[in-house]
Structures are given as C-alpha cells and as structure tokens.
C-alpha cells in the first residue's frame, strides 16, 4: 500500500525533529568540549648564558670598531698638509664620517680648515678659546686653550653641545693641532651596516634558538624580532661606546597547553549522546506509531473486504441456491453448503478480530473446560475439509489425544482454525496437509504441516507479528488480515503453552503445544 499524504508529511516532520535533536546533541557536546577546555601558558626563559655571550661578542665588536675608527683619525690628523688642501679633501672623505678638518698653529693661529658637505647640515666653525670668532651665522665650536699646552694628552674626544657632531682633537706636533669634525649620522650608518653584516654569523645561535631578542640602534632594529611581544621585557642591555649607542632587549617566551577537565568533557559526551540517543528513540517510536497507523488504516480496509468477501458469496450461492431449489435439489444443496463455509469463514474473521481488540484493551480473558482434544480438532478440520478438497489437497489426519482434558475449548478452535486457515491460503500448492495431535505427560501437542512454498529464515522472525503477510510471488494476491498467527501464539501464550515454526527441509510446520491436565484428575475429591 502506498503511504498517504499525511503518513508522509508525519515523516518527514519526525525526521525533521531527529535531525533537530541531533543538531542539538553536537551543539550540545560541542559547548561542553568548549567549556572543559583549559589552556594553559608556560613561560620559557630566555637563555641567560647565551644572551651574555653575544653581548660579551658585541661588545668586543665595538670596542674593535672604535679602536681603528680612532686610529684612521689619528692617522688623518698627522696626514694633515695645510699647503695641499685637496689631497687633504680627499683624505677626510675617505674616513666614514669626517666632514671638517681644522688645523692650528700651537700658538692659535688657524692655518687649514677644509669643510666637505653633510647629510643635512654643514659643520660649524671652530675657535680657539680665547680668540676671536671670525664672524657666522653658525654658533662656533670652541677648542679650550688648554689643549694647546704640552701638558695635556696628546689626543683625545671634545664634549660636543650638539648631538649630531662629534669632535676629536690631536696635536701632532708642538707647533700643530688638529680638529676634526665627525658627522654622528653618518657615522652610525657606516657603523651599523658594518655590524649587519658582523650580525649575519654572530646572532645565528639565538635565531636558531627561537628566543625572542632584539638589537636595535637609533636607527631601527639591527637583528631579532621587528615587532616586540605583548609580555613584559625580560631584560634590557644597553651598550655605548664613542661610535653610538645600542640596546639589546630580551622576552621570555611562552607556550601554551590545551587542557580538558575530564569532568567537563564526560560530561558533555554523555549529556550529548542521551539527547541523541533520545531522539533516535523518540524517532523510532514516532516511526512505528506511524507505522502501526497505517497497518491499522490498512487492516481495517483488509478486514472490510475481508467481511464483505464472505457475505457476497453468500449472497450469490443464496440466489443461485433458490434458483436450483425446484429444478436441481443437489445443486441447489452443494450451494447451501458453500453458504455455510462462507458463514463460517466470516464468523472466523469476526471471532479474530475480536479477539485482537479484546488483546488491545487488556480485556480478553480464557475459561478452561473439559473436553476431548481430538474432538475439537476434528470438528474444525470438518469445517475446512470441503474448501481444501476442492484446492486439490490430500488431508492426512493423525489423532492421538482422545483423552477428556481440561483447556480453553475456544481457543484451541481459534488457533486450530487459523493454522489450517494459514494452510489453505499459502500452502496449497504442495497438495498435501498433516494433522497430528498428542497427549503426553499433561502437555497437548497440534501438529500442522505442509509442502507449501515454505518460510524463508529471513521472514521466519516477523510471522507471528500483528498486520505481517510475508511477500511471495507464490501465494500473491491471497487475502487475510494480518492477525491469524499473531493471535494463535498469543492465545497459546496465555494458555501457558507456545506456538513455533519447526525446522523442515520442505513447506512449514507449525507445533502448538499447551499444558492440559486430565479432566477426572481435575475433579473435586468430593466429587469422586
């Protein structure tokens, strides 16, 4: 039967609630992983010990540095030739830096000043303390006079007001003295793209340490890190010297751990997988209650043809019979007879469904009396004997209980009925049926077996299951509602016995069996 509009639109809506609740559960597990996560910084120290032997190594660097700066300037100032003064230009352009030479006789009087451009600004004029400044807009460089004297050092640096020059002096003689003017610019440039290079080799170890440190003059940063980390310096070294001034800078590093609290995450895991799985179930039984419902819907219209079937039939032999009664006596009989099983077939359908909605309501209830097992079987086997006849099928009937026993008369009926019910409409290709009974040690036993196209193992599970009729293209087209032997093992049950499918190389086999003690053992002792 196809499903109906609303059986589909109730699908989808309980697929689309499993989906939401699924959706939910992963949001769910989700946020509680998120929760139970911790993470965790731990603080590397810089290493100290390599941090001191790089600025040991720099600062040796720089000490070497000043040491040839100052050498080459001494060299230029005793290279100092006032009667040559473009040898002497080309002297102090070849020393980084040097952008004015003054030369002084030791008595102050001036006999050289060269001046070469500068970056930004010309140097300023020199004096000698004491004498008269040649007129400048330019604040001159005053040379105390002291310096003059043989006292004093022979060479040596001038404390310079202004921070872009620097000033050194030496007198190369008793009748000279030399001044140079050294742009600090220029000078740090030349300097820095020196220990640029000298950085290449020396700052290799603590790149390849991966500590966080910079060297930086005051021209931008020389080596490290460009752009320092949020966390508080570790360390700060400067390092001066008469070429410039540097600061190494240095930052812990940090690392970072993710931790889940086990709590958190058991947690969360459960706490999603009981909403998950209690939409799995919540969609399963949505699933079966829609399920059930169209079995219902679909049982119903297989119980009114199953009703309506019958009563036609007997309509039509009914007429048929009347038309027989006066002209053909025995036809208009065998009609009659035919309107009998159709009454019969009918009164088993009602019987069963009855049965069923009593079983639904919780009200069906079985009553025990005597009587003769073989008996009742027969009288059945009566009832169906005419119509399996006429479907071909040779009837091969073994009593074995004729012993007055104490049971439910009605429901062996019932379930006697639908087992050879069950055989005549699936069954009756194999031609051939065997009832058997058996009374042993107060249990009954019924025996109903075929040569039918059998029960696959696969079906073999769902046969006794309400609304279930096993697809076959053999016994296709049979008509039925559903509930014959769901009803007969349920009755069976109730009676403290059970129905089962038996093994069998051909057809099916059905055995009840049910306890029945001998009705005279049964009696009152007063009654004996």
Request: aromatic share 6%; glycine share 6%; proline share 6%.
């Amino acid at each position: 039967m196809r499903p109906s509009r609303h059986h589909s639109s109730s699908l989808r809506t309980a697929r689309f609630t499993l989906g939401l609740m699924l959706l939910a559960a992963s949001l769910l597990t989700l946020g509680g992983v998120r929760l139970a996560r911790r993470e965790r910084i731990e603080r590397l120290p810089a290493d100290r010990v390599r941090l001191q032997e790089f600025t040991d190594a720099f600062q040796g660097e720089l000490e070497r540095l000043a040491s040839l700066y100052q050498e080459h300037l001494s060299t230029l100032a005793v290279a100092a030739n006032p009667n040559a003064v473009d040898q002497t230009k080309s002297q102090c352009a070849r020393v980084a830096g040097v952008r004015a030479m003054h030369v002084f006789r030791t008595t102050g009087a001036a006999e050289l000043a060269v001046s070469l451009p500068g970056l930004h600004r010309s140097p300023p004029p020199v004096s000698i303390e004491g004498a008269n400044a040649s007129p400048s807009f330019a604040k001159p460089l005053v040379v105390p006079a002291s310096l003059f004297s043989g006292q004093s050092p022979k060479h040596g640096w001038l404390k310079s007001l202004d921070p872009h020059w620097k000033v050194y002096w030496q007198r190369v003689s008793r009748e000279r003295f030399v001044v140079l003017l050294i742009e600090s610019e220029r000078l740090r440039q030349t300097v820095d793209t020196h220990l640029k290079s000298w950085l290449n080799q020396a700052f290799a170890p603590i790149r390849e340490s991966g500590e966080l440190v910079r060297l930086r003059s005051n021209s931008g940063v020389l080596a490290g890190i460009s752009t320092p980390p949020q966390s508080p310096m570790a360390l700060t070294t400067p390092l001066r010297n008469l070429l410039g001034s540097w600061e190494l800078s240095a930052w812990d590093r940090t690392q970072s751990h993710i931790e889940y609290s086990p709590a958190g995450l058991t947690t969360a895991f459960c706490a999603g997988t009981l909403l998950a799985l209690l939409g799995l179930l919540l969609f399963r039984q949505q699933r079966r209650a829609l399920r059930l419902a169209e079995e219902r819907v679909s049982f119903v219209n297989r119980v009114s043809h199953e009703l309506g079937a019958p009563l036609t039939n007997s309509l039509l032999n009914l007429s048929l019979a009347d038309d027989f009664l006066n002209l053909d006596p025995d036809r208009a009989r065998s009609r009659l007879l035919l309107v009998s099983e159709e009454m019969q077939r009918l009164a088993r359908i009602v019987s069963n469904v009855l049965t069923f909605s009593k079983t639904e309501r919780g009200t069906l209830s079985l009553a025990e009396n005597p009587c003769v097992p073989d008996a009742v079987v027969s009288e059945v086997l009566a009832q169906f004997e005419p119509a399996l006849r006429r479907r071909g099928m040779q009837i091969e009937w073994l009593p074995g209980s004729a012993t007055t026993v104490v049971l439910c008369v009605d429901a062996l009926v019932q379930i006697t009925g639908n087992l050879l019910s069950n055989a005549e409409k699936y069954a009756h290709s194999g031609k051939w049926l065997q009832i058997q009974t058996e009374w042993k040690n107060a249990m009954f036993s019924l025996r109903i077996s075929d040569r039918g196209p059998g029960i696959s193992e696969r079906d073999q599970a769902r046969i006794f299951e309400p609304f279930e009729r096993v697809g076959s293209h053999v016994h296709e087209g049979a008509s039925g509602t559903g509930l014959g032997l769901a009803i007969a093992r349920d009755l069976a049950g109730r009676m403290g016995g059970s129905l089962k499918l038996l093994p069998s190389d051909s057809g099916a086999s059905f055995e009840l069996r049910i306890p029945a003690h001998s009705a005279i053992l049964s009696l009152p002792p007063h009654s004996l």
